[in-house]
């Protein structure tokens, strides 16, 4: 099954920034919207943001909101996921996905495909 690419973690201290990207080949993500999930170890994957197939329609986790900010070019096929003052509880691997349903439900949502590798966030001094 198609999978989408997952890149751009790494090891950032507290306050920090990430730019996350999402990326797939041979299908055209504008028809989808796309949810971005994380799991921490030992806990559960849970949802942190989604964009609607246009982009006028994002959601966020409250934990997130007014640090994350995801946006998608379409013309380059590829999600983003910018993350500011980053926090420890932030630590987990992060993946992307099709999803579903509309963003206002992506946290219930089943995605379309499998997941993929997801990309590692560590936030540590």
């Known amino acids: 099954q198609l999978q989408l690419v997952e890149s751009g973690g790494g090891l950032v201290q507290p306050g920090g920034s990430l730019r996350l990207s999402c990326a797939a080949s041979?299908?055209?993500?504008?028809?989808?919207?796309i949810g971005w999930f994380r799991q921490a170890p030992g806990k559960e994957r849970e949802g942190v943001s989604c964009i609607s197939s246009s982009g006028d329609s994002t959601n966020y986790a409250d934990s997130v909101k007014g640090r994350f900010t995801i946006s998608r070019d379409n013309a380059k096929n590829t999600v983003f996921l910018q993350m500011n003052s980053l926090k420890p509880e932030d630590t987990a691997i992060y993946y992307c996905?099709?999803?579903?349903?509309?963003?206002?439900?992506?946290?219930?949502?089943?995605?379309?495909?499998?997941w993929g590798q997801g990309t590692q966030v560590t936030v540590s001094s």
């Open positions: 041979g299908i055209s993500l504008d028809r989808y919207g």
């Open positions: 996905a099709r999803v579903l349903y509309r963003c206002s439900a992506y946290t219930a949502s089943p995605i379309i495909g499998s």
